[in-house]
């Protein structure tokens, strides 16, 4: 893919590429039609690229998603030219779907039927399962669902999440055969399985110590700015991170810009 993301770069684009996928992103002010231009620009590019190696690029896969406020995604939407039947309300990228709020509503959703699905499923063959196998089923087929990408989950609204921690309930009530005027929380303490809430923030420490180590993509490595007092502090060697300011409280609080730093100076 080498020649193909020096053809994109020099547009100023940023892109990953995953086997045969290619995404490309970037940046736009509504008032600015210079990144629009960037990015037909760079898409004929990849045209001519394509060409030249005697290949074509399939356009019913090519899917636009336009993330922001409404309004500022209808004014883009109208400088889109040619790109604006393929704007999507929803895209789906390495399996986690992905909406122009970036509420992941409809992810939630389509992860909270694929598990009920599951456990109806297990829940038929329960009685030729010991609780040993049980819970392996559990953790393959639905915890690991619940687990998938869900440090993007940080800042949803706790309505969102409860969808999450019914399915986990439902499933430790099975293991354990807990009636459902039982209290769960002392049952998920028993199990040593966290909540929901605690999985995300989990999920995103172990990001935040791999890209303190040299262990995560360069690209969020470059998110997190060590804190270097200007004396001599007992502070000096407790690895604290700069928390950066935000514009928007609601959506820049949950950036892991933001976010990681915060949670990661709680220790």
């Known amino acids: 893919m080498l020649p193909l993301g020096n053809a994109i770069s020099q547009h100023n684009v940023n892109f990953h590429s995953y086997a045969d996928d290619t995404q490309l992103y970037l940046s736009v002010e509504p008032t600015n039609p210079d990144g629009l231009c960037s990015l037909t620009a760079c898409l004929t590019s990849i045209n001519q690229w394509m060409s030249k190696k005697l290949l074509k690029l399939n356009d019913d896969k090519t899917e636009v998603l336009l993330v922001g406020p409404k309004l500022k995604r209808d004014i883009i939407l109208s400088n ?25 509503k409809p992810h939630i959703s389509k992860v909270t039927q694929t598990a ?3 456990l109806r499923n297990i ?6 399962l010991t609780q040993q196998d049980a819970e392996k089923l559990i953790h393959a087929f639905i915890t690991s669902r619940l687990d998938y990408c869900n440090a993007l989950f940080t800042g ?42 605690y999985r995300i923030d ?13 262990i995560a993509p360069s690209y969020i490595s470059e998110l997190l700015i060590s804190y ?28 892991f810009i933001h976010y990681a730093p915060k949670l990661w100076n709680t220790l």
């Open 80 to 104: 889109l030219g040619n790109l604006a039947h393929q704007v999507k309300p929803k895209v789906t990228s390495l399996g986690v779907i992905l909406d122009a709020e970036l509420s992941f």
């Open 116 to 118: 009920y699905f599951h």
């Open 123 to 128: 829940a038929k063959v329960w009685p030729f």
């Open 156 to 197: 949803l609204p706790k309505k969102h999440l409860k969808k999450l921690a019914l399915i986990q309930n439902s499933a430790a009530r099975l293991l354990t055969k807990t009636k459902k005027r039982e209290h769960i929380t002392p049952v998920l303490a028993e199990l040593h399985w966290l909540p929901i809430s």
């Open 202 to 214: 989990f999920k995103v420490m172990l990001i935040t110590y791999k890209a303190l180590n040299g």
């Open 228 to 255: 270097q007092p200007q004396r001599k502090l007992r502070s000096s060697n407790s690895n604290l991170l700069i928390v950066p300011k935000v514009l928007h409280k609601q959506s820049g609080e949950a950036a």
